[in-house]
């Protein structure tokens, strides 16, 4: 018989256990995002259909994983969980000390306590919501570098997460190497639609930072995603396989900060991982202050070694094939249907362009959250603003429009079927349709740092109904 090329990628796993959503009617969904102070970080969660509001340790865990947890050992100190999940770690980073922590905010708390403080500067290509906040908090300034093309939602270029290597050199030059403590890349660039970065961007950063002395630190949580977009979209790679690539791209960094909810596959957890003796030793004094003894790091036995696991799992071929379509499959749809959506789609997310849906609303009313709130009130979905609320409030109080005004639509991994994503297509559209009636925000009452999480807002006029 003749080889059979499917045209459809289907779901490279059975679904074993269900857990029940709950359906809400609109005058349900205006209720309870008003007693939210219209933020849908504040909802609760049984009153979501569909919930894209993070793939942060939302994701479905496999029977692997289940079965590791069953055997883990909860020992405080030297349990073999550990080991295993050190191991794991290692084989995959190739990084001399891994150092457990509770999830990636935390490895970037050690870090940048230990790395930070007023007058240095650390640049990224896009600095994520935590990592800037532990920047800034701090006192040392967080400073994005992604390249031009990163910042125009419609282009389409295969790694729009690069960083601009001529403006890195500008701001060694200008900041002078002492006050750089090191160097970081973000991968995939979140902030900035979930875009990729190539091996060539890692070398050419790499080399640049080392021949000031300065340390490469990968944050690395997407680094699976990041390493299948290499094979798929970069010369070289096509034929190497995803756990190789990632081998090489870990190889050009001194060291990595990691939620492992997101390509650790796990449901809590994280690292930090280096290659410094002198560094690791500082950050693990810090780590037994804050988080815990060194071979739990705030994680039980068991959360070890899911992501001991997991991170082997994210790097499975089958996976990523179907888990990078599932979201170019979501993005083609809209892109047909007229909704403007940063392009090309990412490897966790769909980010829709507020900015452009809603030209009536300008910028300190807000857009990206309006549309936000938009696709609640209407289908029951939780997105998340990535926007001038989430990056606008800057560290001396004022307020500075974000770079783009951004819906992150991020996919839980493992956990929604095609037909979830049709009717999510079809609530965007529905959206799309009244976008011209959709309200302005102004904010009521505001956190100092990371406002979004508890944010309370008010629409400026009030909410047409559909």
Request: proline share 6%; aromatic share 8%.
């Amino acid at each position: 018989m003749q080889p059979f090329h499917p045209k459809t990628i289907i779901e490279p796993f059975r679904v074993r256990s269900v857990e029940p959503i709950r359906f809400t009617t609109l005058a349900e969904r205006e209720a309870a995002l008003q007693a939210a102070g219209y933020n849908p970080f504040l909802l609760h969660a049984n009153d979501v259909l569909i919930d894209l509001l993070t793939d942060s340790g939302t994701g479905a865990m496999s029977s692997r994983q289940w079965a590791g947890m069953i055997a883990s050992d909860e020992s405080y100190a030297g349990a073999t969980s550990f080991y295993r999940f050190e191991a794991a770690v290692r084989d995959i980073t190739g990084f001399k000390h891994v150092i457990p922590t509770h999830q990636g905010r935390a490895a970037e708390h050690i870090l940048f306590t230990v790395l930070g403080g007023p007058g240095k500067v650390i640049p990224n290509n896009t600095h994520f919501d935590t990592t800037r906040a532990h920047v800034e908090h701090s006192g040392a300034e967080a400073r994005d570098l992604v390249i031009a093309e990163g910042r125009q939602p419609r282009l389409i270029h295969p790694f729009k997460g690069n960083m601009d290597v001529d403006a890195l050199r500008r701001t060694i030059e200008e900041v002078g190497p002492a006050n750089i403590p090191c160097v970081m890349l973000t991968v995939t660039n979140n902030s900035g639609g979930g875009q990729p970065v190539s091996m060539a961007n890692v070398r050419a950063v790499s080399e640049l930072a080392h021949s000031y002395g300065l340390p490469l630190i990968i944050d690395a949580c997407r680094f699976a995603e990041n390493s299948w977009f290499i094979k798929s979209r970069e010369d070289g790679y096509a034929d190497k396989a995803p756990i190789d690539i990632a081998r090489e791209l870990f190889s050009y960094a001194d060291g990595c900060t990691m939620s492992a909810k997101k390509d650790g596959m796990a449901n809590i957890g994280g690292f930090l991982a280096l290659n410094d003796d002198a560094l690791a030793t500082q950050c693990r004094n810090l780590e037994i202050l804050t988080e815990g003894f060194p071979t739990y790091g705030g994680m039980a036995g068991y959360d070890l070694e899911a992501i001991a696991v997991g991170l082997y799992e994210a790097l499975d071929e089958h996976y990523l094939r179907y888990r990078i379509r599932s979201i170019a499959y979501l993005g083609d749809k809209l892109t047909a249907a007229g909704v403007p959506i940063v392009q090309p789609t990412g490897g966790h997310a769909v980010y829709l362009d507020a900015r452009e849906l809603l030209p009536h609303i300008p910028v300190d009313q807000y857009p990206a959250w309006s549309l936000c709130n938009a696709l609640y009130l209407l289908g029951g979905v939780r997105g998340v603003e990535i926007g001038s609320v989430m990056f606008g409030l800057q560290p001396d109080g004022s307020e500075k429009p974000a770079a783009m005004e951004l819906v992150r639509l991020a996919f839980p991994r493992r956990v929604y079927t095609q037909s979830h994503v049709d009717y999510l297509y079809e609530v965007i559209v529905a959206v799309k349709e009244q976008a011209a009636a959709l309200p302005g925000y102004r904010i009521v009452e505001q956190a100092p740092v990371l406002r979004h999480f508890t944010i309370r807002m008010e629409p400026v006029q009030a909410i047409a109904r559909g």
